[in-house]
């Protein structure tokens, strides 16, 4: 292998255990809802709360990072540019996160001042980490960066992936430059922290994933170059059409003009369809060339990657985001049912994915088969289905009872915690919570026993010869 697959199986490693954490503070958070004296003055909600939101960002950055790692060097017919630096920064951002975890953990909270934002935590959601870690961020994304753009110039091959690649990484570094200003004007500091939210992790990650699924699709199935680079085309013009007028409908209720209730409610819905369409073309594509995809476990996983970004990034984010909805809906658990299901479908599925081909690709397996991925897939899948329609439930509960007839005073949000549909719902997300967290131990039980197990199979029948 190349050493930056080899840096691509560090990253994907990384990325699944901050996976694994990410899983253990969900159910953590999700026991406090049913239990809301759990860990009292011990291990507060928040916390648990914000150990969950970071893990899913930096494990899925960690995962495209290790996806492009991988898939680069076949792209461009020689080793990527600069491969000792990114290896350096492979463990800053490792040691990074782990001194934020530990802050998080045992520090938790901080006064009011400046040596709080940069050493313990801004307080800003989704991007809590203090900012001497986010300048630590932004040099493994510059370093990312310069990795790229290196090795497209030193190579004669220069695709249309790689240049879209190149085009996303200049929004991908200059937006998460949102996580430093501290704004005293609430409705700027939401109005530009959404452009970090929505525009970085919602417009340059679907890009950045649909670099990643191309490249997987002609691994997997042998797809032609031009079926997913025009794919491709068509998403970068839906996102730059779509994707910042989109981000109007998180401007409802900050004090922007009510022009952005029309233009966020329409737009917001259509980023999602090129990539579906991308992998329902690659599987129609290579069944009238009657090509077969070796690896069972990232077709399935790809499969769940498009039909999943469709329906939660697009299904469950336009049936809230219409202004008239959205009145009721925001900021309930209507939207936590739709953030699971948008950043599942439309990301974790796709980094599974690419890790079942790395798998593949450094055991030297091309077909991989059994019953632990099946088992894994089923037990992710219908963990996940069962948290978001529990999450659903009770989100709906909210925006009916609390919101539109309790006219969301404080009153009604207390009567709200005992109405059987929102406990019901908690109760619901928390159980398929476990069975979620079960698919994940099956997973990590299947990538690390792939090769060795297959060898034990294989070896069973010339022993018994021998004998």
């Not at 045992?106 to 940069?118: C, H, I, K, P």
């Not at 959601?125 to 203090?130: D, F, L, R, S, T």
């Not at 032609?224 to 401007?251: D, F, M, P």
């Not at 004090?255 to 737009?267: H, K």
Request: proline letters at 3%.
């Amino acid at each position: 292998m190349y050493r930056s697959q080899r840096l691509a199986l560090r990253y994907l490693t990384a990325a699944m255990v901050l996976f694994g954490l990410m899983v253990v503070f969900g159910i953590l958070a999700s026991i406090y809802y049913v239990h809301p004296t759990f860990l009292l003055n011990t291990f507060n909600f928040n916390t648990a709360k914000i150990l969950h939101i970071n893990t899913l960002i930096i494990w899925h950055l960690m995962g495209f990072f290790g996806a492009v790692y991988w898939f680069l060097p076949g792209e461009t017919g020689r080793e990527v540019e600069g491969i000792a630096l990114a290896e350096i920064m492979f463990w800053v951002f490792c040691a990074a996160v782990a001194i934020v975890a530990a802050v998080f953990i045992f520090v938790q909270y901080g006064a009011s001042d400046e040596f709080s934002m940069w050493f313990i935590n801004q307080g800003r959601k989704y991007v809590e980490a203090p900012r001497w870690a986010a300048i630590g961020i932004l040099a493994v994304a510059l370093v990312f960066g310069y990795n790229v753009v290196a090795s497209a110039v030193k190579s004669t091959r220069r695709s249309g992936i790689l240049m879209v690649l190149i085009f996303d990484l200049i929004p991908l570094v200059v937006l998460y430059l949102d996580a430093f200003p501290a704004m005293t004007d609430m409705s700027k500091d939401l109005f530009w922290w959404w452009w970090l939210v929505h525009l970085w992790v919602e417009a340059t990650w679907e890009i950045l994933i649909g670099c990643i699924m191309a490249w997987a699709l002609m691994e997997l199935l042998g797809t032609s170059r031009r079926v997913v680079e025009s794919w491709l085309y068509v998403e970068v013009a839906l996102v730059l059409g779509t994707g910042i007028l989109g981000l109007g409908h998180h401007y409802f209720w900050i004090g922007t003009p009510g022009y952005w209730l029309g233009i966020g409610g329409f737009f917001s819905a259509l980023e999602p369809l090129p990539l579906l369409g991308m992998v329902i073309h690659a599987i129609y594509d290579s069944g009238t060339r009657h090509l077969r995809a070796g690896n069972r476990p990232a077709l399935y996983w790809t499969l769940a990657e498009a039909f999943g970004n469709f329906i939660g990034a697009g299904v469950w984010g336009f049936m809230m985001t219409l202004p008239q909805i959205n009145l009721y809906s925001h900021g309930t658990q209507w939207t936590a049912s739709h953030g699971h299901f948008a950043f599942w479908g439309a990301y974790s599925c796709g980094v599974i994915a690419v890790l079942y081909l790395a798998v593949a690709g450094s055991r030297e397996r091309k077909a991989l088969d059994g019953r632990a991925w099946k088992w894994s897939f089923a037990l992710l899948n219908l963990g996940m289905l069962g948290m978001v329609g529990g999450l659903l439930v009770a989100g709906m509960d909210q925006a009916f009872f609390e919101r539109a007839l309790g006219g969301s005073t404080w009153g009604a949000f207390i009567a709200l915690q005992h109405r059987p549909w929102y406990v019901e719902g908690m109760w619901t997300r928390m159980g398929f919570g476990v069975l979620f967290a079960a698919g994940y131990a099956m997973l990590m039980y299947d990538v690390l026993t792939i090769g060795k197990r297959r060898r034990g199979e294989a070896e069973e029948p010339l022993k018994e010869a021998a004998a």
